[in-house]
Structures are given as structure tokens and as C-alpha cells.
């Protein structure tokens, strides 16, 4: 939850149309696996390199016709990711015959049928069409979301704070809390006013560990008033999240997130 997504958040993964488009023909970019909203590519520790080159074959007995040798594989593995980055991209439906002659151009030499400016044109008017259409649901998106913080303020055991976080107790802790320059470990459930799972990761059974300064606001000011094992329910206004940017298809424009948190440790 990479765009300040729980981490400065930054769920990385808010892209528009014109921008997909642009990454998409990157290839290779689009082959990662799909970031954690709570947690940055440098938290992460560098795999170690093999100390040996793997002397046996990982290719499959059987293979679907077409696919046997090495270079069709990833042929084929580049082609879907790249494809599915593009399909993703609500606000753009794609023309697979020029998509399709674009591929086969550049691997023919790269000559463009079309001139380079009228192809970065495109590019900025698809774009332009994919902020419209986020700011109008931003525009809707203010006003349920102001509903929903009213409503949930009122609910008993609900505190809110000077900047508008609100928060409920699930189960108290006793251990320490954490301070800004400290890194915790936590368990989180996120989902949008609406119910909807954005990121978990309770549902994939894997606590995360993250800089306290390294998230959205709203966890940052969370995080330091928590002791370890608690465990609280958090909605946080659109303002202490990601704003009128979002976070890609999943967290639209102007959304107030709520989310389930443990504190485990504080490292």
C-alpha cells in the first residue's frame, strides 16, 4: 500500500492510461509481481546471488504445442504481463490490431509508421482523459466519504484525533510504542468505505515490518500512539491517505481507508 499506500505508500502502482501505456512498452516492468501496498521495493532485502549455475533443466515434461523452447515461454510470459498492465486501464480499451502491428514493427527494426510526436500526443491526451474521469470520481468520492467519517465519529468507542483520524480499540497491549525513526511489525487488514479488500496481510498470512515515517500519514500518527499488541481499527480520511491522487484501481481519488491493524514489534 506503495504513492504515500500504507508506505509513502508511494502501493508504485498509480498508474494512469497514458503513463500504463507508456510502462507497458517497457515489458519487462510489467512482469514483477504486484507490490504490497504497505511496503516499499527498499524494505526489501536483496536476494543473495547463486554461488553455482543450476546444472538441471526446470522445463516441464509436457508443454502446451508452441510453448517447448526457452524463448517462447517468456515470449509468451512478456506478452501477457504486458497485456494484462494495458487491460487494467479502465479508462482505455485497446485496439488489439495496432496493438498487435506496434509489437511486430518494433521487432521487424523499430521503424514507426506513425511520427514519434503524434505518438507522445496520444500518449498525454489519454492521460488527460484518465485525470478527468478521476477527478469527477474524486468529486463523489468527497462527499461519501465525509458521510462515512460523521456517521462512524459518533459510534461509541470511536476517538478522533486533531487531524481528523479516527480510531477504536480492538484489544489493548502493554508493550512499548513505538516513536518515528522506529521500524514496527505489524499485521493489517485494509479496505475502502464500501467493504471492499485493497490490500491484507492477514489474508496472505505474512506480517510486514515498514519505517513508521515511511507510510501515509494516517499510519505514521497511528503507529506512535499504538503499544505492541494492540490492535486497532483505524479509518483514516482521504487527507492522512493518498488524496485526490489514489492508488491505481484499487484505491480511487479522494477515498477514506479503513483498516484493521496489530502492533507485533517494534525493532
Not at 96 to 101: D, E, G, P, V, Y
Not at 108 to 133: N, S, T, V
Amino acid at each position: 500500500m506503495t504513492t504515500r499506500s500504507i508506505h509513502s505508500l508511494s502501493f508504485t502502482r498509480n498508474l494512469t492510461a497514458g503513463t500504463a501505456l507508456i510502462a507497458a512498452a517497457l515489458l519487462l516492468t510489467a512482469c514483477g509481481k504486484k507490490e504490497k501496498s504497505m511496503e516499499t521495493a527498499s524494505n526489501k532485502p536483496a536476494a543473495p546471488a547463486p554461488t553455482a549455475a543450476p546444472t538441471t533443466s526446470t522445463t516441464p515434461a509436457t508443454l502446451p504445442a508452441g510453448f517447448e523452447s526457452l524463448e517462447q515461454r517468456v515470449s509468451y510470459g512478456v506478452g501477457f504481463k504486458m497485456a494484462s498492465g494495458i487491460a487494467q486501464q479502465k479508462d482505455f480499451k485497446v485496439d488489439r490490431a495496432a496493438l498487435i502491428a506496434g509489437i511486430d514493427d518494433a521487432l521487424a527494426g523499430g521503424k514507426l509508421r506513425l511520427e514519434e510526436k503524434d505518438i507522445q500526443a496520444a500518449f498525454m491526451e489519454m492521460q488527460q482523459r484518465a485525470e478527468a474521469a478521476a477527478a469527477e470520481a474524486g468529486k463523489a468520492n468527497i462527499a461519501l466519504g465525509e458521510a462515512y467519517l460523521a456517521k462512524n465519529k459518533a459510534k461509541p468507542g470511536v476517538k478522533t484525533t486533531a487531524s481528523g483520524l479516527q480510531y477504536e480499540v480492538i484489544k489493548a497491549g502493554t508493550g512499548a510504542k513505538p516513536k518515528a525513526e522506529n521500524t514496527v511489525r505489524v499485521h493489517y487488514h485494509g479496505t475502502l468505505i464500501d467493504g471492499k479488500v485493497f490490500d491484507s496481510s492477514v489474508e496472505r498470512n505474512e506480517p510486514i515490518e515498514f519505517a513508521v515515517q515511511g507510510v501515509i500519514p494516517g499510519w505514521t500518527e497511528a503507529l506512535q500512539l499504538m503499544s505492541v499488541g494492540d490492535k486497532w481499527k483505524l479509518t483514516i480520511p482521504s487527507a492522512l491517505a493518498y488524496g485526490p491522487r489514489g492508488a491505481g484501481a484499487d484505491i480511487p481519488p479522494n477515498s477514506v481507508l479503513v483498516f484493521e491493524v496489530e502492533l507485533l514489534e517494534v525493532k
